[in-house]
């Protein structure tokens, strides 16, 4: 990190504008810009004293004077643990992949959105997931929305949490979503926009915690013209562009004290005042809130004011882990692999038995999002038809770590998949007979990948028997 504290991005561009914009975009994050025009100007910049404390480096992919590709190879060659990002005016899935595959860390397209440009620099500041050695690509680009019905998880705690999202919807209170980052809080909320009466208006979704604590003001309730120094053009706030719709607050604890008492307001009175501006203006938002923390504790350290968490926690969702619901792993591998074939032009892969016990043991500090990026990382490098463990080195790595003289993963998963029943409610009551008996069903059909006559088989049970079963407990689409 740069001497003075600030993060210091190297920007690769012959641009002129494109150069101002970025380096304005990084400012507000708190980032320092140091350029580079072409490839052998770069490569220079890194033997500087500013480019040996470099935090990332920012390439355009269409630059005229070099060779993008080429360029990332060079750097990754020279520092590789220095996160790359990529900007491109294409929206050509190949262009990723083939900087994926030379070494890129991250992936924009132009014209870029502040959001999105904010978000990918503080990433590169998360010493946890750089340890962590994987990568933050397209998977975060997995933008089409699913309905309730299409989240993939049958472990009782996450169906429990998808029940409640599914109750939120048809109502018009706010809804908190607590749980661990990457467990699919955004997922949830767009299922719950989409079921609900506004579906047909937009749902705007922000980020709290990648917007400088300076500028969230002026970005949820905008600002007029010359509110403040550098307020040259009038801005509409993020909930005036949701009205009549959902906004999506995401990292809501991270929001400041200050800015909390204007969301209080917008909640107690429908009402959003820009700064500068005479005048509130009544708008009819619904919103959604979520946070990685546990926001009772945040109220009682003072950090969060407890009238605003009883305004946003009308419903409250819970969203487990995914080292909660392990059984879950091979239908959400499956099913994120079917995704990233469909949308950015992947070869349709299929994936190992042996690969899927071996993602089962793995602890996923990440959550769906980590597997989300393991498994994009393994279907670009992918020389085959199918995934096995081979694919995944850093996994195998861990779990060898982890389970020393192990040698067979799929024995291990099974081994997870009984561990994953659960015998007792929270109340420390035994579960009814029925719902332990759906629970084995599903983990079975998804043992067995939905070969019923095996299912029944396994289960000691005649396959007339095992549907009727199925009807009795109301047990679909489980595999």
């Given at each position: 990190?740069?001497?003075?504290?600030?993060?210091?991005?190297?920007?690769?561009?012959?641009?002129?504008?494109?150069?101002r914009l970025?380096?304005?975009?990084?400012?507000?994050a708190?980032?320092r810009?140091i350029y580079?025009?072409d490839?052998d100007a770069a490569l220079?910049?890194l033997?500087?004293?500013?480019?040996?404390?470099?935090d990332?480096v920012?390439?355009?992919h269409?630059n005229?004077?070099?060779k993008?590709?080429?360029?990332i190879r060079?750097?990754?060659e020279?520092?590789?643990?220095?996160?790359?990002?990529?900007i491109?005016?294409?929206?050509?899935?190949?262009?990723?992949?083939e900087?994926m595959?030379?070494g890129a860390?991250d992936?924009l397209?132009?014209?870029?959105?502040?959001d999105r440009?904010?978000a990918?620099?503080n990433a590169?500041?998360?010493r946890?997931?750089e340890r962590?050695?994987e990568?933050r690509?397209?998977?975060?680009k997995?933008?089409?929305?699913?309905?309730?019905?299409?989240?993939v998880g049958?472990a009782?705690?996450?169906?429990?949490?998808?029940?409640?999202a599914?109750?939120?919807?048809?109502?018009?209170v706010?809804?908190l979503?607590?749980g661990e980052?990457g467990?699919?809080k955004?997922?949830i909320?767009?299922?719950?926009?989409?079921?609900?009466p506004?579906?047909?208006?937009r749902?705007?979704?922000v980020?709290?915690?990648?917007?400088?604590a300076?500028?969230?003001?002026?970005e949820?309730f905008?600002?007029?013209?010359?509110?403040?120094?550098?307020?040259?053009e009038?801005?509409i706030?993020?909930f005036?562009?949701?009205?009549m719709?959902?906004i999506?607050l995401?990292?809501?604890?991270?929001m400041?004290?200050?800015?909390?008492?204007?969301?209080?307001r917008?909640?107690?009175?429908?009402?959003v005042?820009?700064l500068?501006?005479?005048?509130?203006?009544?708008?009819d938002?619904?919103?959604?809130?979520a946070?990685n923390?546990v926001?009772?504790?945040?109220?009682?350290?003072?950090?969060?004011?407890?009238?605003?968490?009883y305004?946003?926690?009308?419903?409250?969702?819970?969203v487990?882990p995914l080292?909660e619901r392990?059984t879950?792993?091979p239908?959400?591998?499956?099913?994120?692999?079917?995704?990233?074939?469909s949308?950015?032009?992947?070869?349709n892969?299929s994936?190992?038995?042996?690969?899927?016990?071996?993602?089962?043991q793995?602890d996923?500090?990440?959550?769906?999002?980590?597997?989300?990026?393991?498994l994009f990382?393994?279907a670009?490098?992918?020389e085959g038809?199918?995934?096995?463990p081979q694919?995944?080195?850093?996994i195998?790595?861990?779990?060898?770590?982890?389970i020393?003289g192990?040698?067979?993963?799929?024995d291990?998963?099974?081994h997870?998949?009984?561990?994953?029943?659960?015998l007792?409610?929270q109340?420390?009551h035994?579960r009814q007979?029925?719902?332990?008996?759906a629970?084995?069903i599903?983990l079975?059909?998804?043992?067995?990948?939905?070969?019923?006559?095996?299912?029944a088989?396994?289960l000691?049970i005649?396959?007339?028997?095992l549907?009727?079963?199925l009807?009795?407990l109301?047990?679909d689409?489980?595999?």
């Amino acid at each position: 990190m740069a001497l003075n504290g600030m993060p210091l991005l190297l920007l690769i561009d012959d641009e002129p504008a494109q150069k101002r914009l970025v380096s304005a975009l990084a400012a507000r994050a708190g980032w320092r810009t140091i350029y580079a025009s072409d490839q052998d100007a770069a490569l220079a910049t890194l033997g500087t004293r500013d480019g040996m404390q470099l935090d990332a480096v920012l390439i355009d992919h269409w630059n005229p004077a070099m060779k993008p590709v080429e360029t990332i190879r060079q750097i990754r060659e020279r520092r590789p643990s220095l996160p790359i990002l990529v900007i491109t005016s294409q929206n050509d899935v190949l262009d990723a992949v083939e900087a994926m595959r030379a070494g890129a860390s991250d992936y924009l397209a132009k014209p870029i959105a502040p959001d999105r440009l904010l978000a990918a620099l503080n990433a590169t500041l998360d010493r946890a997931e750089e340890r962590s050695g994987e990568l933050r690509p397209l998977t975060e680009k997995l933008t089409a929305p699913l309905a309730f019905n299409e989240i993939v998880g049958g472990a009782p705690h996450f169906l429990a949490a998808l029940a409640i999202a599914a109750k939120a919807a048809r109502a018009r209170v706010p809804v908190l979503i607590e749980g661990e980052s990457g467990v699919g809080k955004e997922v949830i909320a767009q299922a719950i926009h989409a079921a609900s009466p506004r579906h047909r208006n937009r749902m705007v979704a922000v980020n709290c915690g990648a917007i400088p604590a300076n500028l969230v003001e002026s970005e949820l309730f905008g600002h007029e013209r010359g509110a403040f120094t550098g307020a040259f053009e009038r801005q509409i706030g993020k909930f005036v562009d949701a009205d009549m719709g959902t906004i999506f607050l995401d990292e809501v604890s991270e929001m400041p004290l200050d800015a909390q008492v204007k969301l209080l307001r917008v909640l107690q009175d429908g009402e959003v005042q820009p700064l500068g501006a005479r005048l509130p203006t009544h708008i009819d938002v619904r919103v959604i809130a979520a946070t990685n923390k546990v926001l009772e504790e945040e109220v009682a350290a003072g950090r969060f004011r407890e009238d605003l968490f009883y305004r946003l926690n009308v419903m409250h969702v819970t969203v487990p882990p995914l080292r909660e619901r392990s059984t879950d792993i091979p239908a959400l591998a499956r099913h994120l692999l079917a995704r990233l074939s469909s949308q950015h032009g992947l070869k349709n892969l299929s994936i190992t038995n042996e690969a899927l016990g071996l993602l089962m043991q793995h602890d996923w500090p990440g959550n769906v999002r980590q597997l989300q990026n393991v498994l994009f990382r393994a279907a670009v490098l992918c020389e085959g038809d199918f995934l096995g463990p081979q694919d995944f080195p850093q996994i195998a790595a861990q779990a060898r770590t982890l389970i020393p003289g192990h040698t067979n993963a799929a024995d291990n998963a099974d081994h997870n998949d009984g561990g994953a029943i659960t015998l007792y409610e929270q109340t420390g009551h035994i579960r009814q007979l029925a719902d332990i008996e759906a629970d084995v069903i599903r983990l079975a059909i998804g043992h067995y990948r939905g070969r019923m006559t095996e299912v029944a088989r396994r289960l000691g049970i005649g396959r007339s028997t095992l549907y009727r079963k199925l009807t009795e407990l109301g047990i679909d689409n489980v595999a």
